[in-house]
């Protein structure tokens, strides 16, 4: 007969068992979903050298279709940023660049998936007009695009409109300003003459004037929500707010409050350089933020002894930092 020490021992002993059951014991599924929370640099950094069954997961093409690479300055960011969209062998839907990006990375992503719906560029000022016009012919399935706090002229943004015809959302955000009064209709324009099929369109900051915003109205039939916050030169009184409340099912007025805008959401009363830059740039905050970095802490069953650095745990051709 068991001795009731005996067998409150064994269930204490059982309990501690469930209370750490052994990760890896997880199905694929549930584990590739929670690595895939973790985002591009962490699993890059940090998750894939846990153990080589995460290893394997993580080189799973199905891990890469959407990337979110924001720059950490004391990373080579480009370079992982390539290395991940190898690692999705053409499944890449979804890509978000912020604080970095080059010409040349905008052709990487565009010559390595033609299945991209979704594209998010945040103050990647070493693109160019010519990069993204170039990028726009190899996008035809784009869905969703947002430019936020970068500097671009009408020609790409009409070659975007002509290329992608099944774009439904564009968010084209700066910092707005009242310093200068500068009125500009060219982006309004593109948006009304290229982009048809818009369903979701945020202008955040933009000088379009009254005039710009008709034509947006005029071009744009299925519209159903319009952010104008910060737009200074729009005034929605009259016939083009009734207009506006009419057509638009949600829409955020020029001083509507902007608690909820991820970026600075301050107006710039500051001097303006938009009329003396030869350049063309806009009077741009530039925004950072810091970002959490994940520390991977217990036991782990995978030793580190023959790993010394990055180049002895990745594969060759595969990534490390040189």
Known sequence: MESPSSSSSSSSSSTRSEEYRNWLELPRDVTASILQRLGAIEILESAQKVCMHWRNLCKDPSMWRAIDMRNHYDLDIEKMCRHAID??????????????????????????????????????????????????????LLEE??????????????????????????????????????????????????????????????????????????????????????????????????????RIKSLRRPKDPTDDYEFDGEIDDGGSFDEDDPSGMSDIDYLSEGYGYYEFSGESDFSYDDFTDYGDFYDFGDYYFG
């Open 87 to 140: 690692r999705s062998s053409g499944q890449l839907r979804d890509i978000n660049i912020e604080f970095f990006g080059t010409d040349d990375l905008l052709n990487h992503i565009t010559n390595s998936s033609s299945q991209l719906r979704r594209l998010r560029l945040v103050s990647c000022y070493c693109i160019t007009d010519e990069g993204l016009n170039e990028a726009a012919a190899k996008l035809p």
């Open 145 to 246: 695009l947002e430019i936020s706090l970068c500097s671009f002229s009408k020609e790409p943004l009409m070659a975007l409109g002509r290329c992608c015809p099944l774009l439904k959302s564009f968010k084209l955000n700066q910092q707005g300003s009242r310093s200068a009064h500068i009125e500009c209709d060219e982006e309004a324009v593109a948006v009304a003459e290229s982009m048809p099929e818009l369903r979701h369109l945020q202008l955040f900051g933009n000088k379009l004037t009254d005039d710009g915003l008709n034509a947006i109205l005029n071009g744009c039939p299925h519209l159903e929500s319009l952010d104008l916050r910060q737009c200074l030169n729009v005034n929605l009184s009259g016939d083009l707010g009734k207009r506006c409340a009419e």
